[in-house]
Protein backbone atom coordinates (compact mmCIF):
# COMPACT_ATOMS: atom_id res chain seq x y z
CA UNK A 1 0.00 0.00 0.00
CA UNK A 2 1.53 3.09 -0.82
CA UNK A 3 1.95 6.30 1.59
CA UNK A 4 -1.29 8.03 0.54
CA UNK A 5 -3.33 5.10 0.27
CA UNK A 6 -1.51 4.02 4.38
CA UNK A 7 -3.01 7.63 5.24
CA UNK A 8 -6.30 7.15 3.60
CA UNK A 9 -6.77 4.16 5.19
CA UNK A 10 -6.32 5.69 8.48
CA UNK A 11 -8.14 8.16 7.90
CA UNK A 12 -11.37 5.64 6.92
CA UNK A 13 -10.98 4.03 9.82
CA UNK A 14 -11.01 7.48 12.37
CA UNK A 15 -14.13 8.80 10.57
CA UNK A 16 -15.67 5.32 11.05
CA UNK A 17 -14.60 5.27 14.69
CA UNK A 18 -13.20 2.42 15.47
CA UNK A 19 -8.95 1.56 15.25
CA UNK A 20 -8.68 -1.48 12.74
CA UNK A 21 -4.88 -1.97 14.27
CA UNK A 22 -4.39 -5.96 15.24
CA UNK A 23 -2.64 -3.93 18.45
CA UNK A 24 -3.93 -0.84 18.31
CA UNK A 25 -6.72 -1.63 20.81
CA UNK A 26 -5.63 -4.63 22.44
CA UNK A 27 -3.14 -7.25 22.84
CA UNK A 28 -2.11 -10.63 23.83
CA UNK A 29 -0.42 -11.81 26.39
CA UNK A 30 1.91 -14.78 25.74
CA UNK A 31 4.04 -16.85 27.52
CA UNK A 32 7.51 -16.80 27.60
CA UNK A 33 9.53 -19.84 25.08
CA UNK A 34 9.91 -22.75 26.53
CA UNK A 35 12.52 -23.79 23.84
CA UNK A 36 15.16 -21.04 23.59
CA UNK A 37 18.55 -19.90 23.57
CA UNK A 38 20.72 -19.26 26.46
CA UNK A 39 21.56 -16.25 27.22
CA UNK A 40 24.90 -15.39 25.71
CA UNK A 41 28.35 -15.31 27.66
CA UNK A 42 29.66 -12.75 24.40
CA UNK A 43 28.62 -9.58 23.22
CA UNK A 44 28.48 -10.89 19.61
CA UNK A 45 26.09 -8.69 17.51
CA UNK A 46 23.09 -11.71 16.35
CA UNK A 47 20.32 -11.19 13.75
CA UNK A 48 16.45 -11.87 13.23
CA UNK A 49 14.58 -11.39 10.41
CA UNK A 50 10.01 -11.46 10.74
CA UNK A 51 7.52 -9.93 8.95
CA UNK A 52 4.06 -8.79 9.71
CA UNK A 53 2.38 -6.36 8.06
CA UNK A 54 3.62 -2.90 7.55
CA UNK A 55 7.32 -2.56 8.60
CA UNK A 56 6.80 0.62 10.33
CA UNK A 57 4.96 -0.78 13.27
CA UNK A 58 7.31 -3.99 13.61
CA UNK A 59 10.38 -1.39 13.49
CA UNK A 60 9.44 1.14 15.83
CA UNK A 61 8.45 -2.02 18.33
CA UNK A 62 12.15 -3.30 17.92
CA UNK A 63 13.55 -0.02 18.02
CA UNK A 64 12.28 0.16 21.66
CA UNK A 65 13.24 -3.07 22.95
CA UNK A 66 16.21 -3.43 25.44
CA UNK A 67 19.57 -5.55 23.79
CA UNK A 68 18.30 -4.51 20.47
CA UNK A 69 20.91 -2.73 18.64
CA UNK A 70 19.14 -1.96 14.94
CA UNK A 71 16.00 -2.60 13.17
CA UNK A 72 15.89 -2.03 9.66
CA UNK A 73 12.65 -1.70 7.61
CA UNK A 74 13.58 -4.04 4.49
CA UNK A 75 12.14 -6.53 1.96
CA UNK A 76 12.95 -10.69 2.81
CA UNK A 77 10.83 -13.56 0.25
CA UNK A 78 11.72 -12.26 -3.29
CA UNK A 79 14.44 -11.52 -5.43
CA UNK A 80 17.19 -8.66 -5.52
CA UNK A 81 15.38 -7.18 -8.70
CA UNK A 82 11.97 -6.50 -7.29
CA UNK A 83 13.32 -5.32 -3.48
CA UNK A 84 11.44 -2.03 -4.54
CA UNK A 85 8.63 -0.94 -2.36
CA UNK A 86 6.20 -0.25 -5.55
CA UNK A 87 7.03 -3.74 -7.06
CA UNK A 88 6.68 -5.08 -3.60
CA UNK A 89 3.33 -3.15 -3.67
CA UNK A 90 1.93 -5.17 -6.18
CA UNK A 91 1.99 -8.55 -3.50
CA UNK A 92 3.28 -10.66 -6.69
CA UNK A 93 7.18 -10.51 -5.85
CA UNK A 94 6.87 -13.06 -3.07
CA UNK A 95 8.61 -10.20 -0.69
CA UNK A 96 6.91 -9.31 2.40
CA UNK A 97 7.69 -6.00 4.37
CA UNK A 98 10.58 -7.42 6.71
CA UNK A 99 12.56 -6.10 9.67
CA UNK A 100 15.92 -7.12 10.65
CA UNK A 101 16.85 -7.18 13.93
CA UNK A 102 20.24 -6.73 15.46
CA UNK A 103 20.48 -7.74 18.53
CA UNK A 104 23.11 -8.06 22.09
CA UNK A 105 22.41 -12.16 23.06
CA UNK A 106 24.07 -11.36 25.79
CA UNK A 107 21.09 -8.75 26.69
CA UNK A 108 18.13 -10.69 24.99
CA UNK A 109 17.59 -14.32 23.75
CA UNK A 110 15.98 -14.88 20.75
CA UNK A 111 12.74 -16.26 22.34
CA UNK A 112 12.28 -13.07 24.07
CA UNK A 113 12.17 -11.72 20.82
CA UNK A 114 9.85 -13.89 19.27
CA UNK A 115 7.92 -13.45 22.50
CA UNK A 116 7.27 -9.72 21.69
CA UNK A 117 6.31 -10.29 17.98
CA UNK A 118 4.06 -12.11 19.31
CA UNK A 119 2.52 -10.33 21.44
CA UNK A 120 2.23 -7.01 20.38
CA UNK A 121 4.21 -6.40 17.02
CA UNK A 122 1.65 -8.14 15.34
CA UNK A 123 -1.37 -10.42 14.90
CA UNK A 124 0.13 -14.11 14.30
CA UNK A 125 -3.51 -15.37 13.06
CA UNK A 126 -4.63 -12.49 10.24
CA UNK A 127 -3.61 -14.20 6.89
CA UNK A 128 -2.01 -12.25 4.13
CA UNK A 129 -2.65 -9.24 5.76
CA UNK A 130 -2.18 -6.73 9.06
CA UNK A 131 -4.94 -4.53 10.42
CA UNK A 132 -6.12 -2.06 7.09
CA UNK A 133 -3.25 -3.74 4.95
CA UNK A 134 -3.93 -6.72 2.88
CA UNK A 135 -1.77 -8.76 0.84
CA UNK A 136 0.70 -11.20 0.93
CA UNK A 137 3.43 -8.42 1.03
CA UNK A 138 1.96 -7.96 4.39
CA UNK A 139 1.98 -11.88 5.48
CA UNK A 140 3.38 -13.12 9.23
CA UNK A 141 7.02 -14.63 8.67
CA UNK A 142 10.04 -15.68 10.32
CA UNK A 143 12.83 -16.03 8.28
CA UNK A 144 15.51 -18.10 10.58
CA UNK A 145 18.71 -17.79 9.22
CA UNK A 146 20.17 -20.83 11.44
CA UNK A 147 18.87 -24.31 12.46
CA UNK A 148 18.66 -22.92 16.01
CA UNK A 149 16.06 -20.25 14.99
CA UNK A 150 14.23 -22.22 13.14
CA UNK A 151 13.80 -25.29 16.17
CA UNK A 152 12.97 -22.02 18.45
CA UNK A 153 10.26 -20.52 16.19
CA UNK A 154 8.86 -23.85 15.46
CA UNK A 155 8.81 -24.78 18.79
CA UNK A 156 7.13 -21.90 19.52
CA UNK A 157 4.32 -21.88 17.47
CA UNK A 158 3.46 -25.23 18.59
CA UNK A 159 3.38 -24.48 22.26
CA UNK A 160 1.38 -21.49 21.60
CA UNK A 161 -1.10 -23.37 19.56
CA UNK A 162 -1.46 -26.08 21.85
CA UNK A 163 -2.01 -23.25 24.58
CA UNK A 164 -4.53 -21.75 22.64
CA UNK A 165 -3.25 -18.46 22.99
CA UNK A 166 -5.48 -16.80 20.39
CA UNK A 167 -9.09 -17.31 18.88
CA UNK A 168 -7.71 -19.09 15.78
CA UNK A 169 -4.29 -20.96 14.73
CA UNK A 170 -1.46 -19.45 14.01
CA UNK A 171 -0.43 -18.58 10.68
CA UNK A 172 2.85 -17.41 10.34
CA UNK A 173 5.85 -18.87 8.36
CA UNK A 174 8.62 -20.28 9.29
CA UNK A 175 11.15 -20.19 6.57
CA UNK A 176 14.53 -20.37 5.44
CA UNK A 177 16.07 -16.39 5.00
CA UNK A 178 17.52 -16.17 1.48
CA UNK A 179 18.70 -12.43 1.65
CA UNK A 180 17.40 -9.33 3.58
CA UNK A 181 16.93 -6.29 1.10
CA UNK A 182 17.02 -3.07 2.92
CA UNK A 183 13.90 -0.68 2.22
CA UNK A 184 14.65 2.99 0.94
CA UNK A 185 15.97 5.61 3.46
CA UNK A 186 12.27 7.34 3.78
CA UNK A 187 10.61 4.46 4.96
CA UNK A 188 13.42 4.08 7.95
CA UNK A 189 12.49 5.09 11.01
CA UNK A 190 9.47 6.39 9.87
CA UNK A 191 7.28 6.12 12.97
CA UNK A 192 9.57 7.89 14.77
CA UNK A 193 10.07 10.63 12.23
CA UNK A 194 6.17 11.07 11.59
CA UNK A 195 4.42 10.68 15.03
CA UNK A 196 1.39 12.35 13.81
CA UNK A 197 0.83 10.40 10.74
CA UNK A 198 -2.48 8.76 11.27
CA UNK A 199 -1.61 5.51 10.38
CA UNK A 200 1.13 5.98 12.66
CA UNK A 201 -1.00 7.02 15.38
CA UNK A 202 -3.73 4.97 15.07
CA UNK A 203 -1.77 1.26 13.91
CA UNK A 204 1.76 1.47 15.28
CA UNK A 205 1.95 3.75 18.21
CA UNK A 206 -0.35 2.01 20.59
CA UNK A 207 1.94 -1.48 20.07
CA UNK A 208 4.74 0.53 21.51
CA UNK A 209 2.53 1.35 24.43
CA UNK A 210 1.36 -2.11 24.51
CA UNK A 211 4.88 -3.13 24.09
CA UNK A 212 6.17 -0.94 27.73
CA UNK A 213 3.04 -2.08 29.72
CA UNK A 214 3.40 -5.54 28.67
CA UNK A 215 7.03 -5.97 28.70
CA UNK A 216 8.86 -3.01 30.98
CA UNK A 217 11.83 -5.27 32.01
CA UNK A 218 12.34 -5.06 28.30
CA UNK A 219 10.90 -1.56 27.33
CA UNK A 220 13.84 0.73 26.10
CA UNK A 221 12.59 4.48 25.70
CA UNK A 222 15.10 5.61 24.47
Known amino acids: MSNFLRGSAALAILLAGTIA ?15 DSAVSPTHEPQTAVIAGGC ?4 QAVFQHVKGVISATSGYSGGAANTAEYEVVSTGETGHAESVK ?11 QLLRVFFSVAHDPTQLNRQG ?27 QL ?14 VP ?14 ATRHPNDLYIVYNDAPKVVHLQKQFPDLYNGK
Not at 55 to 58: T, Y
Not at 102 to 108: G, L, M, R
Not at 177 to 190: G, N, T, V
Open 177 to 190: LKAFYPAEAYHQDY
Open 55 to 58: FWGI
Open 132 to 158: PDSGTQYRSVIFYGSDDQKRIAEAYIA
Open 161 to 174: DKAAIFPRRIVTQV
Open 101 to 111: ITYDPAQITYG
Open 21 to 35: CNAGDKAVTVPAAVV
